[in-house]
């Protein structure tokens, strides 16, 4: 069982940034795909970024063509944390940011594939 707190989120400007923390519960985190999706009122969850181990050490990050190049997603596993650093943010962007864990194989961009979510923080982007 893992358990999923986040925290950061808040009211922004556009084009200013924000980092959202996820505390884990739970010893295998570093053995869980960590994600990050938001939903927007009247709209579907959608997919972020995601983070997943595809080495002894080695991490890879995966991220939705919108946030590429402004979003960056990292975790640390002596921690049990999962961020994702926000920048340039857009007022479209605004929406309720969600952590979740995955033990399952795939993309790690659809819902399903995750086992566990947080409650979310809410993010308000002012234009």
């Known amino acids: 069982q893992v358990q999923l707190v986040e925290s950061g989120g808040g009211l922004v400007q556009a084009g200013g940034s924000l980092r959202l923390s996820c505390a884990a519960s739970?010893?295998?985190?570093?053995?869980?795909?960590m994600g990050w999706f938001r939903q927007a009122p009247g709209k579907e969850r959608e997919f972020v970024a995601n983070?997943?181990?595809?080495?002894?050490?080695?991490?890879?990050?995966d991220y939705a063509d919108s946030v590429k190049g402004r979003f960056t997603i990292s975790r640390d596993n002596a921690k049990n944390m999962a961020y994702l650093q926000m920048n340039n943010l857009k007022p479209e962007e605004a929406a309720v940011y969600y952590c979740?864990?995955?033990?399952?194989?795939?993309?790690?961009?659809?819902?399903?594939?995750?086992?566990?979510w947080g409650q979310g923080t809410q993010i308000t982007v002012s234009s």
């Open positions: 739970g010893r295998t985190f570093s053995n869980y795909a």
């Open positions: 979740a864990a995955s033990s399952r194989y795939g993309s790690r961009q659809l819902r399903p594939e995750y086992d566990y």
């Open positions: 983070i997943r181990r595809i080495g002894d050490r080695t991490y890879y990050a």
